[in-house]
């Protein structure tokens, strides 16, 4: 999935769960909620491809035996601090990041979710980055790209709506 995919699927997850939460929606917990969208593979792309300590790109962040502990400790630091909002942002961005890319599992048989639980499964290895044209050009014609898209046209449009009657500060 690309990242306007997860974007829109952390905020979609957020606007549907937020009023759960006490405290406010200010600026900080959206910020707080993309990153969380994109925390994945803000880990594992980077070790994977730059620094070549990965195996795949989904590999350490996609993998729940690391975040959820991770997202445990973020909860016990947050709670302390009074920001229990925030650390329940990063969890739904995070972990709504995970569920999707693991999601084609269900319909195609090629597909493994074998990074959920990633070091004690393994995961197909990758030589490096893929360039951006050419995964752009393999995914033209998949139904997933085209959801993805009018998952972030719905994102858009309700962040808008929300915006017209003032729950989403400015």
């Keep these: 999935m690309l990242p306007a ?22 600026r900080s917990v959206w910020k ?32 729940l035996l ?9 909860a016990l630091f947050a709670r302390r601090a009074g920001q229990v909002t925030a650390a329940a942002a990063l969890a739904v961005g995070a972990l709504s990041h995970v569920l999707l890319d693991n999601l084609p599992v ?12 990633w070091p004690v499964t393994t995961v197909e290895s990758q030589a490096g980055a893929p360039a951006v044209g050419s995964v752009l050009r393999d995914t033209l014609g998949e139904p997933y790209l085209w959801a993805e898209l009018v998952l ?9 709506s929300l915006r017209r009657v003032g729950s989403i500060p400015e």
């Design 5 to 26: 995919g997860h974007l829109a699927a952390a905020y979609l997850l957020w606007v549907s769960l937020g009023p759960r939460f006490e405290g406010p929606f200010d």
């Design 32 to 63: 707080v909620l993309l990153v969380g969208g994109l925390l994945p593979d803000l880990v594992d792309k980077p070790l994977a491809w730059g620094l070549d300590v990965l195996p795949a790109s989904r590999a350490l962040g996609h993998s």
């Design 66 to 74: 690391f975040l959820v502990p991770l997202l445990l400790i973020v």
């Design 106 to 117: 269900l319909w195609n048989p090629d597909e493994s979710a074998a990074s959920l639980l």
């Design 152 to 160: 972030v046209v719905v994102a858009v449009g309700v962040w808008y």
